[in-house]
T-cell receptor
């Protein structure tokens, strides 16, 4: 089942601009992870944020988590052409890992040079 | 440190055949999970193995099975292949699996085409 829903489904911006992607989920979670996937490749782990954290940074990435709204956002600053990829949020359920990680359908990000 | 290794990367099978995919997790990781990715259904959890035991299972038919060896390497098998089984199969490894809070790392995947 798809717990996470990314928004927007597709995003096209100019190189150098910031890109923001949002993720909503349905059930209480322990952790939320963001992944990047280049076309036809595997998933690259970007950042993990725990349910008791509100914000995390990693390089040009900033992730926020609002458990009261069951939502998270991924901000990529100063975008580069190499950031062109699909981005997925993945959650694990608070009640246990019966469903493993649950992924949204992803945001396809295109960085125009 | 080597990442998650999946073999083969690409394969083509005929309907009715079976297929076995292999995954070598990151050294020291005891949890191995499998996911199916299709354009229509997205990324879906198949099952997770931890210390050679299936710990969790997604909503897939019994044609999908797996196992884990004592060295944590894992295989998944799909029997009686159907056209709808065409997908990217991704293996993921972590120290202890979801929802432990460990980072979960994915391999490059195995592209399966059923004709």
């Amino acid at each position: 089942s798809q717990q996470g829903e990314e928004d927007p489904q597709a995003l096209s911006i100019q190189e150098g601009e910031n890109a923001t992607m949002n993720c909503s989920y349905k059930t209480s979670i322990n952790n939320l992870q963001w992944y990047r996937q280049n076309s036809g490749r595997g998933l690259v782990h970007l950042i993990l944020i725990r349910s008791n954290e509100r914000e995390k940074h990693s390089g040009r990435l900033r992730v926020t988590l609002d458990t009261s709204k069951k939502s998270s956002s991924l901000l990529i600053t100063a975008s580069r052409a190499a950031d062109t990829a699909s981005y997925f949020c993945a959650t694990d359920a608070l009640q246990g890992g019966a469903d493993g990680l649950t992924f949204g359908k992803g945001t396809h990000l295109i960085i125009q040079p | 440190k080597a990442g998650v290794t999946q073999t083969p990367r690409y394969l083509i099978k005929t309907r009715g055949q079976q297929v076995t995919l292999s995954c070598s997790p990151i050294s020291g990781h005891r949890s191995v999970s499998w996911y199916q990715q299709t354009p229509g259904q997205g990324l879906q959890f198949l099952f997770e193995y931890f210390s050679e035991t299936q710990r969790n299972k997604g909503n897939f038919p019994g044609r999908f099975s797996g196992r884990q060896f004592s060295n944590s390497r894992s295989e998944m098998n799909v029997s009686t292949l159907e056209l709808g089984d065409s997908a990217l199969y991704l293996c993921a490894s972590s120290l202890a699996g979801a929802p432990s809070g460990n980072t979960i790392y994915f391999g490059e995947g195995s592209w399966l085409t059923v004709v």
